[in-house]
């Protein structure tokens, strides 16, 4: 399956984007046995998780950092995740990646991972 993130910009701080992760390929790049996570990595930091939802049973986790501003969903139809960041902050200023694969413990090394797309979040 291939990945498509998309949806990345300049924002001012307080301000709001939605990044959505597109899936194709082969066998109609279907994710619905998958789990996809988004994930961000800011210049000079480690990548870290943001949020992650399983496509078949919409059960979804988000860190710390995020939760209560931003929002992980999925539209079957589409075949597409999305990420809604409300209430940005400076330091949500990274590029994020979209990623799926069966479990979370497999993302990193069996995972199909997008290009990534950026967010600048300006104070």
């Known amino acids: 399956v291939q990945l498509q993130a998309s949806g990345g910009g300049l924002v001012q701080a307080g301000g709001d984007v939605k990044l959505s992760c597109t899936a194709s390929?082969?066998?109609?790049?279907?994710?619905?046995?998958?789990?996809v996570a988004w994930f961000r990595q800011a210049p000079g930091k480690e990548r870290e998780f943001v949020a992650s939802i399983n496509w078949r049973g919409g059960d979804t986790r988000s860190a710390d950092s995020v939760k209560g501003r931003f929002t992980i969903s999925r539209d079957y139809a589409k075949n597409t995740v999305y990420l809604q960041m409300n209430s940005l902050k400076p330091e949500d200023t990274a590029t994020y990646y979209c990623?799926?694969?069966?479990?979370?413990?497999?993302?990193?090394?069996?995972?199909?991972w997008g290009q990534g797309t950026l967010v600048t979040v300006s104070s």
């Open positions: 390929g082969a066998s109609g790049g279907t994710v619905s046995n998958k789990i």
């Open positions: 990623a799926a694969a069966p479990t979370m413990a497999t993302m990193t090394m069996r995972g199909s």
